[in-house]
T-cell receptor
């Protein structure tokens, strides 16, 4: 399966600031996704990152808060904007080679907001 | 509305015995099911999947059973090993024609004791 690198692996940020998380894959993939895992909870899909077009957001998530870029088939970024303590979570990138194939995950970015 | 449920938050099993992890779902549109294993500070690792056209899929020590009428699936690990100690998530998806997003359960923490 693809090797997925996420940066940074963790960060501590101040309230009101923004952080951009990078996801790099070692091979071209069709699908890239961004998930959030809040403390003690399951993984929740934020959005599907579409190459060359705007991301598709799930209910409860908006582009102004979580802008996503996907300039090519191996790279995507997620920005968490105007952060508050409620944004403290693990953010995970996942990829799928094609359509209905298993998704494979990066190790995540552990984000804490003070 | 939790569409995928793992009602046992934790499970302890002796090394060499069978581990059975359970998962229930409510959305009849789900047609593809996956199990992931997650160690601390790592992303989820794909274990095994099953399509709704099957009722069993086996891969080494791991077997997944699907009961569509009961909307229930289970993961059997035989024999259990200490390295299997992790959090296990079941996930479900509905094929949308171009992509399928995953809906995760809340996870079951498996501890395999010596």
């Amino acid at each position: 399966s693809a090797v997925i690198s996420q940066k940074p692996s963790r960060d501590i940020c101040q309230r009101g600031t923004s952080l951009t998380i990078q996801c790099q894959v070692d091979s071209q993939v069709t699908m890239m996704f961004w998930y959030r895992q809040q403390p003690g909870q399951s993984l929740t899909l934020i959005a599907t990152a579409n190459q060359g077009s705007e991301a598709t957001y799930e209910s409860g998530f908006v582009i102004d808060k979580f802008p996503i870029s996907r300039p090519n088939l191996t790279f995507s970024t997620l920005t968490v904007s105007n952060m508050s303590p409620e944004d403290s979570s693990i953010y995970l990138c996942s990829v799928s080679a094609a359509g209905n194939q298993p998704q494979h995950f990066g190790d995540g970015t552990r984000l804490s907001i003070l | 509305d939790q569409q995928v449920k793992q009602n046992s938050p934790s499970l302890s099993v002796q090394e060499g015995r069978i581990s059975i992890l359970n998962c229930d779902y409510t959305n009849s549109m789900f047609d593809y099911f996956l199990w992931y294993k997650k160690y601390p500070a790592e992303g989820p690792t794909f274990l095994i999947s099953i399509s709704s056209i099957k009722d069993k899929n086996e891969d080494g020590r791991f077997t997944v059973f699907l009961n569509k009428s009961a909307k229930h699936l289970s993961l059997h690990i035989v024999p259990s090993q200490p390295g299997d100690s992790a959090v296990y998530f079941c996930a479900a998806s509905a094929w949308l024609g171009t992509a399928s997003k995953l809906t995760f359960g809340t996870g079951t923490r498996l501890q395999v004791t010596l």
